[in-house]
């Protein structure tokens, strides 16, 4: 079955730097690739996804990156601010999104120093 | 509603009791999903359903899990002879059918057994 790998585990930075997050997977068969976003006590939010017809997609300082050769994808978040601190997940799908489950990445605790 | 309701948002049960977890999803989602959740960790995959039916429990873990979707809305996910291994956040998800993209999640139940 499909298996996503994610890294780093934590990642530590100033705010106005950029951050990136990245993740393998392994079944060549997934299509569908989204970003979650949790913070303390709440479930996830997604924030982006992108698709594999897709290279690359962006939403303001959000932008997701997809190499489907080396099967993997990658969060960037540009001129972060203390509100983007939280754990971030990718995930991967077969099924498109919006039928069958996702496979979750373990997630990453981005801090941002004010 | 406005978004995807999970019901208690705690629960301490004892070792062996019976656990009934409740979510309501966003209304007009036909798809809905139920994931856990360990410390650390990215969410599991526990069950899909599309309408009534469960179209993939694969993730179920054991007999002691079950879930149902009697009216294609609610759902209420049952844990039998709770173990201390049960012990997690369990989140769930609804989304559009056909393809729309993205799960909403709900702020999920912690389960706690004692």
């Known amino acids: 079955g499909e298996n996503v790998e994610q890294h780093p585990s934590t990642l530590s930075v100033q705010e106005g730097d950029s951050a990136v997050i990245k993740c393998t997977y392994s079944d060549s068969a997934s299509n569908y690739f989204p970003w979650y976003k949790q913070e303390l006590g709440k479930g996830p939010q997604l924030i982006i996804d992108?698709?594999?017809?897709?290279g690359e997609k962006k939403d303001q300082r959000i932008a997701v990156t997809l190499n489907k050769t080396a099967k993997h994808f990658s969060l960037h978040i540009t001129e972060t601010q203390p509100e983007d601190s939280a754990v971030y997940f990718c995930a991967a799908s077969i099924s498109g999104g919006s039928q069958g489950n996702l496979i979750f990445g373990k997630g990453t605790k981005l801090s941002v120093k004010p | 509603g406005a978004g995807v309701s999970q019901t208690p948002s705690n629960k301490v049960t004892e070792k062996g009791k019976y656990v009934e977890l409740r979510c309501d999803p966003i209304s007009g989602h036909t798809a809905l999903y139920w994931y856990r959740q360990s410390l650390g960790q990215g969410p599991e995959f526990l069950i899909y359903f599309q309408g009534t039916g469960a179209a993939d429990d694969s993730g179920l873990p054991n007999d002691r899990f079950f879930a149902v979707r009697p009216e294609g809305s609610v759902s209420t996910l049952k844990i039998q002879r709770t173990e201390r291994g049960d012990s997690a956040v369990y989140l769930c998800a609804s989304s559009y059918d056909g393809g729309a993209g993205g799960y909403t999640f709900g702020s999920g139940t912690r389960l706690t057994v004692v």
């Open positions: 992108i698709r594999s017809n897709v």
